[in-house]
């Protein structure tokens, strides 16, 4: 006689064949028998290979003497080390000779939890579409009062005057600042799409010559390779030449000033759309952080006066385009982010 057959009688094991989802027969940690579902979802090959396992190899976390009956989530790792949500079911199946028996049906949730986080970060973005509006009013106001102080005093220069120069560098920054905060005010919201012909190569020239003086680049070594017939595309300039600011400065601080940023745009011609990618050779950005940093109000930077707004924004003004953004490892060791963008404008 089996040592299935003598924990369990034949009945139970009867219905218990029935059961279609994920389901395994166990004591308190020791695996006895488990069906088909429940082996293909934990990658386990051959039935015989459960007799030697443990419920701690594949649930996490797994009490070890008190077992937590009902329903609770936790986490299930198949045999190839692969992680995911699970649900799971546990209760008592008959009481043997040699102590109670249970019985444990799992439920993959994987792509619930997925869908729950896409719905709270729907939530986060109605959230901050609402304080956008303040926050753009608030600004406003002080760049109207820079941007005007600023034209009196270049007035009374002369164009070949060095603080002309700076000046004139003021304004577009202040001017940029309120294109900022019109892009907060939209944040969230449903677009215009009042798109024109845009030429990316010129947004990223016209972008990095507004900050390429800032002390924050003086010792960075920044490399354009930028496709030369690179097509345009249709898009809003104000909020590409957002995505551009924040991408640049965010490359600069991640290399804290000491480092290589490579900027490289190109065309792909079998799908119609242009690709920019931003890359540096700082830290770079862990899985688990790759998987957050485009949430609102998450950041890294709170030591350095971080909002998480910057990649947030980035990512709706992408979204709005009918692109996709996407960060991984960088060959330069740091981050790499890419950004796919359609010609047509979506």
Same mark, same amino acid.
């Given at each position: 006689?089996s040592?299935?057959?003598?924990?369990?009688p034949?009945?139970?094991?009867? /219905? *218990?064949k029935?059961i279609?989802?994920p389901?395994?027969?166990?004591?308190?940690?020791?695996?006895?028998?488990?069906?088909q579902?429940?082996?293909?979802?934990f990658?386990?090959t051959?039935?015989?290979?459960?007799?030697?396992?443990?419920?701690?190899?594949f649930?996490?976390? *797994?009490?070890?003497?008190?077992l937590?009956?009902g329903?609770r989530?936790?986490? $299930?790792?198949?045999?190839?080390g692969?992680?995911?949500?699970?649900?799971?079911?546990?209760?008592?199946l008959y009481?043997?000779?040699?102590?109670l028996?249970?019985?444990?049906?799992? =439920?993959?949730?994987? =792509?619930?939890?997925? *869908?729950?986080?896409?719905?709270?970060?729907?939530? =986060?973005?109605?959230?901050?579409?609402?304080?956008?509006?303040?926050i753009?009013?608030?600004?406003?106001?002080?760049?109207?009062g820079i941007?005007?102080?600023?034209n009196?005093?270049?007035?009374?220069?002369?164009?070949?005057?060095?603080?002309?120069? /700076?000046?004139?560098?003021?304004?577009?920054?202040?001017?940029?600042?309120?294109i900022?905060?019109?892009?907060?005010l939209?944040?969230?919201?449903?677009?215009s =799409?009042?798109y024109a012909?845009?030429?990316? /190569?010129?947004?990223?020239?016209?972008?990095?010559?507004?900050?390429?003086?800032?002390?924050?680049?003086?010792?960075?070594?920044?490399?354009?390779?930028l496709?030369?017939e690179?097509?345009?595309?249709? $898009?809003?300039?104000?909020?590409?030449?957002q995505?551009?600011?924040?991408?640049l400065?965010?490359?600069a601080?991640?290399v804290?000033g000491?480092? #290589?940023?490579?900027?490289?745009?190109?065309?792909?011609?079998?799908?119609?759309?242009?690709e920019?990618?931003?890359?540096?050779?700082g830290?770079?950005?862990?899985e688990?952080l790759?998987? #957050?940093?485009?949430?609102?109000?998450?950041?890294?930077?709170q030591h350095?006066?971080?909002?998480?707004?910057?990649?947030?924004?980035?990512h $709706?003004?992408?979204?709005?385009?009918?692109?996709?953004?996407?960060?991984?490892?960088?060959?330069?060791?740091g981050a790499?982010?890419?950004?796919?963008?359609?010609?047509n404008?979506?």
């Amino acid at each position: 006689m089996s040592l299935v057959e003598k924990l369990i009688p034949t009945i139970l094991l009867e /219905n *218990w064949k029935e059961i279609k989802e994920p389901s395994i027969i166990h004591e308190v940690d020791k695996c006895i028998l488990a069906n088909q579902a429940f082996l293909s979802l934990f990658g386990i090959t051959r039935h015989e290979l459960l007799s030697d396992m443990f419920m701690a190899q594949f649930i996490s976390p *797994w009490p070890s003497y008190h077992l937590r009956l009902g329903v609770r989530q936790a986490l $299930g790792r198949s045999l190839d080390g692969k992680e995911f949500d699970i649900e799971v079911i546990c209760m008592p199946l008959y009481s043997s000779g040699q102590g109670l028996i249970y019985q444990s049906i799992i =439920r993959d949730i994987s =792509r619930l939890k997925l *869908w729950e986080d896409k719905m709270l970060q729907s939530e =986060r973005l109605t959230a901050m579409g609402k304080l956008a509006g303040e926050i753009a009013h608030e600004i406003n106001n002080p760049l109207g009062g820079i941007l005007l102080y600023a034209n009196l005093v270049k007035e009374d220069l002369t164009p070949q005057d060095q603080a002309s120069v /700076n000046l004139e560098k003021i304004i577009k920054l202040a001017t940029k600042c309120r294109i900022i905060a019109k892009g907060l005010l939209n944040f969230g919201r449903s677009s215009s =799409r009042s798109y024109a012909p845009v030429d990316l /190569n010129h947004i990223i020239r016209d972008m990095f010559s507004l900050i390429e003086d800032h002390k924050l680049f003086a010792k960075v070594r920044t490399k354009f390779i930028l496709e030369p017939e690179l097509p345009h595309l249709m $898009g809003d300039r104000g909020q590409l030449e957002q995505v551009i600011i924040n991408l640049l400065i965010n490359a600069a601080e991640a290399v804290e000033g000491h480092g #290589k940023v490579y900027v490289t745009t190109q065309s792909r011609d079998f799908d119609s759309k242009v690709e920019l990618i931003v890359e540096d050779s700082g830290p770079g950005i862990s899985e688990e952080l790759q998987l #957050k940093i485009f949430e609102p109000f998450f950041t890294t930077k709170q030591h350095r006066g971080g909002t998480g707004l910057g990649l947030s924004i980035t990512h $709706g003004i992408v979204q709005r385009h009918g692109g996709k953004i996407t960060v991984e490892r960088s060959s330069l060791g740091g981050a790499c982010f890419k950004i796919c963008l359609p010609l047509n404008g979506a």
